[in-house]
């Protein structure tokens, strides 16, 4: 192949990305340091943390979850697809038969935040990131499932390990990473807001429509996270009486500023709806350098 001819071939590969109309290959979430330095928890009770750990930078995309799909998901065994998925707030399509499922971004869609999964099936994406993806294993790893029933690893015990695990961030993790300023003037805190601020920032909040990824350049944490206020609401690990915890405002109708604040949380059925979505965390290994 000539010089010519692989630039072409490179800059039409780049052109497809963008569009989002190809099968996504599989690549590692894109994550920010938290540093290890003990911080106390806030008012709220939240936000302590101990240990140095790496957190998704963005939500998970569609294109990043349709490359998960593609790789474990020829039967939807787990239901990890869903068909609303291919309509008005999602971004991934499904052809083909079980046992040999594929799956697509929709056009435009790739950088979008993917919705219509349940806790579980964030938790078997972590799984699966931990074991080397492609056709890495997706019930055991950092968490085990074993007849519906997920054991949840100790984040501490994993952050001070050799090897990188994946994980959904504790709500203590997911809270520092947005809200907790270890250079806050006048002394490290937190802010009421997740874009170092104590007023309401410029997100996708109640817009109808989500958003790419990190398309709210002034609504940063002090650590460099994307929309851990608005696009969508993001499960953490926290579990409750059968309830899971969910975190941060979403596009969807209704949902107003107060929803970005610190001081609001909730603990939800694990369900699928169009504006329920997670980032992931990592520990241990690289993660805890």
Known sequence: MSVKTSIWAAAVGALAFAAGAVQAQPTLPETVPVG??????DTTGFGAVAYAYKIGRYEVTNAEFCAFLNAVNKTNTHKLYDARMAGEYGGITRSGDSGSYTFAVKDGWGKKPMNYVTWETAVRYTNW???????GDTETGSYKINDGKVTVPDHAKLAAGKETRWVLPTEDEWYK???YDPNKKGGAGYWNYPAKSDSAPDTNINTNAPSDVGSHAKAVSPYGTYDQG???WEYNES?????VGLRGGSFYINDNESYL???T???????????YGFRVAALGGAAAK
């Open 230 to 232: 608005g696009n969508m």
């Open 36 to 41: 290890g330095s003990p911080n106390k928890a």
């Open 265 to 275: 949380r909730y603990d939800v059925l694990s369900a699928k709806w169009p504006n």
């Open 177 to 179: 990473a947005a809200y």
């Open 239 to 243: 579990r409750k009486g059968g309830k």
């Open 129 to 135: 990131l931990t074991n080397g993806q492609g056709k």
């Open 261 to 263: 604040r610190s001081g």
